[in-house]
């Protein structure tokens, strides 16, 4: 499986733009990228995913590296409600594997 | 639409009891999940299933049994609950098709082994 490295924790002010890099060298070629997030005391909830271009969505945006050895989740005004634990996975074989993620924190 | 519905929120076991943790879906995944959160760290797959009547070890499988009856339903059974049990479980279900596959995710049974 892919291993994945992602900073312990990013602090950001309320409607700035978050960069979430992760790095995933080993990623085979075939290997969607997803990201997930977790609120306090909830399930994670997934957030965007992609293979080789870059994708948006109404949560946020996601840009890949050309060679696909990293990525950045960009959530472009967070808000107090993006305060969450943000995973970046591999997805290999329908099974998702959970590190320990960023913990992202917004101050008002 | 329920989405993922798991039960109980809360339990409290002792040692040695058994329980099953219950969790259905409503969205006709053929793929189901259980996953364990130890505090501060991150999900690890306890077991999965690809289909009613077939499932598989994930990363930490010991001390557990599920069972895929039909579609909707994936019980988590603890025989003989130990302390290194007390945990978060969440279990989540998705669409396999080529990479496209979301997972949602319940919204968890917290349990403590005592």
């Known amino acids: 499986d892919a291993k994945t490295t992602q900073p312990n924790s990013m602090e950001s002010n309320e409607e700035e733009p978050v960069h979430l890099p992760c790095n995933h060298s080993?990623?085979?070629?075939?290997?969607?990228i997803h990201w997930y997030r977790q609120l306090p005391s909830q399930g994670p909830e997934y957030v965007i995913h992609?293979?080789?271009s870059n994708v948006n969505n109404r949560m946020a945006s996601l840009a890949i590296a050309e060679d696909r050895k990293s990525s950045t989740l960009i959530l472009h005004r967070a808000t107090l409600r993006d305060a969450a634990v943000y995973y970046c996975?591999?997805?290999?074989?329908?099974?998702?594997?959970f590190g320990a993620g960023t913990t992202v924190t917004v101050r008002a | 639409n329920a989405g993922v519905t798991q039960t109980p929120k809360f339990r409290i076991l002792k040692i040695g009891q058994s329980m099953t943790l219950q969790c259905t879906q409503d969205?006709?995944?053929?793929?189901m999940y259980w996953y364990r959160q130890d505090p501060g760290m991150g999900l690890k797959l306890i077991y999965y299933?690809?289909?009613?009547?077939?499932?598989d070890k994930g990363e930490v499988p010991n001390g557990y049994n599920v069972s895929r009856s039909t579609t909707e339903d994936f019980p988590l059974r603890l025989e003989l609950a130990a302390p290194s049990q007390t945990s978060v479980y969440f279990c989540?279900?998705?669409?396999?098709?080529?990479?496209?596959?979301?997972?949602?995710f319940g919204s968890g049974t917290q349990l403590s082994v005592l």
């Open positions: 969205m006709n995944h053929n793929y």
């Open positions: 299933s690809v289909g009613a009547g077939i499932t």
């Open positions: 989540a279900s998705s669409y396999v098709g080529r990479g496209q596959e979301k997972l949602f």
């Open positions: 992609g293979l080789t």
């Open positions: 996975i591999p997805l290999n074989d329908y099974k998702l594997s």
């Open positions: 080993t990623i085979s070629g075939t290997d969607y």
